[in-house]
C-alpha cells in the first residue's frame, strides 16, 4: 500500500503516536490526532495573546506617527527608537498594512517629539521666546550663542523653523538658568 504523504512515509513511528499532535503532523488524519492538534493550536492562539503577539488593526499607530510627523519627527526617527523596519513603518503611515502586531503598536506609540533627529528642522517660536527670555534675565546673545555652540551667532538662526540639536541646547541652557 502507498502513504498517503511524504510525512507519513518519512515518520516510521507515527503509527505509535496517536491522539498527539506528532502524529497529526507526521500525516495521520485519524479523529484523536486531529483533535490533539486542534488543543495545540488553540493553547498557542492563547499563548500568543497574552504574550503580546495579537494582531490589531493599525488604525492608532498610523494616527500617532501622523501626529509625530506634524512635530518633525520622521518614519526614520521612529524607526530608530522602536526598532521597528523602516518598510513596516512606511506600510503602516501609507495604509497598506491594516493590522500590526500589538507590540508594535506599543512601541510606536511611547515614541514622542524627543525621538526627532538632531538635523530635522523644527518650528523656532519656542526657541525664540526661550532665548528672549534669557535675553530679559540677563544674558547676551553672543554669550547664549557661545553657551549652545553657534559659532555664526544668534542671527544665523532660523526664525521658522531651526534644526532640532539647536532648539535642544537652548532648551538644555534655559532649564538650567529659568526655573
Same mark, same amino acid.
Given at each position: 500500500?502507498?502513504?498517503?504523504?511524504?510525512?507519513?512515509?518519512?515518520?516510521?513511528?507515527?503509527?505509535?503516536?496517536?491522539?498527539?499532535?506528532?502524529?497529526?503532523?507526521?500525516?495521520?488524519?485519524?479523529?484523536?490526532?486531529?483533535?490533539?492538534?486542534?488543543?495545540?493550536?488553540?493553547?498557542?492562539?492563547?499563548?500568543?495573546?497574552?504574550?503580546?503577539?495579537?494582531?490589531?488593526?493599525?488604525?492608532?499607530?498610523?494616527?500617532?506617527?501622523?501626529?509625530?510627523?506634524?512635530?518633525?519627527?520622521?518614519?526614520?526617527?521612529?524607526?530608530?527608537?522602536?526598532?521597528?523596519?523602516?518598510?513596516?513603518?512606511?506600510?503602516?503611515?501609507? *495604509?497598506?498594512? +491594516?493590522?500590526?502586531? %500589538?507590540?508594535?503598536?506599543? $512601541?510606536? /506609540? &511611547?515614541?514622542?517629539?524627543?525621538? #526627532?533627529?538632531?538635523?530635522?528642522?523644527?518650528?523656532?517660536?519656542?526657541?525664540?521666546?526661550?532665548?528672549?527670555?534669557?535675553?530679559?534675565?540677563?544674558?547676551?546673545?553672543?554669550?547664549?550663542?557661545?553657551?549652545? *555652540?553657534?559659532? +555664526?551667532?544668534?542671527? %544665523?538662526?532660523?526664525?521658522? $523653523?531651526? /534644526? &532640532?540639536?539647536?532648539?535642544?541646547? #537652548?532648551?538644555?541652557?534655559?532649564?538650567?538658568?529659568?526655573?
Amino acid at each position: 500500500m502507498r502513504p498517503q504523504s511524504t510525512r507519513a512515509a518519512a515518520s516510521p513511528s507515527a503509527a505509535k503516536d496517536h491522539g498527539t499532535r506528532a502524529g497529526y503532523a507526521s500525516g495521520c488524519p485519524c479523529l484523536p490526532c486531529r483533535a490533539a492538534n486542534s488543543r495545540y493550536e488553540s493553547e498557542r492562539r492563547t499563548a500568543m495573546k497574552q504574550n503580546g503577539a495579537a494582531v490589531v488593526p493599525a488604525d492608532t499607530a498610523r494616527n500617532h506617527i501622523l501626529r509625530l510627523s506634524r512635530k518633525s519627527v520622521g518614519l526614520r526617527a521612529i524607526s530608530a527608537a522602536t526598532d521597528i523596519g523602516f518598510e513596516t513603518l512606511q506600510h503602516i503611515w501609507s *495604509g497598506l498594512r +491594516a493590522h500590526i502586531r %500589538k507590540t508594535n503598536e506599543k $512601541k510606536i /506609540l &511611547a515614541v514622542d517629539r524627543k525621538a #526627532v533627529f538632531d538635523h530635522a528642522l523644527v518650528p523656532a517660536a519656542r526657541t525664540w521666546r526661550q532665548i528672549n527670555q534669557l535675553v530679559e534675565e540677563g544674558f547676551n546673545k553672543g554669550d547664549i550663542a557661545k553657551r549652545i *555652540g553657534s559659532l +555664526a551667532g544668534l542671527h %544665523k538662526l532660523g526664525k521658522e $523653523k531651526m /534644526l &532640532a540639536i539647536t532648539a535642544s541646547r #537652548v532648551e538644555r541652557l534655559y532649564s538650567q538658568f529659568i526655573y
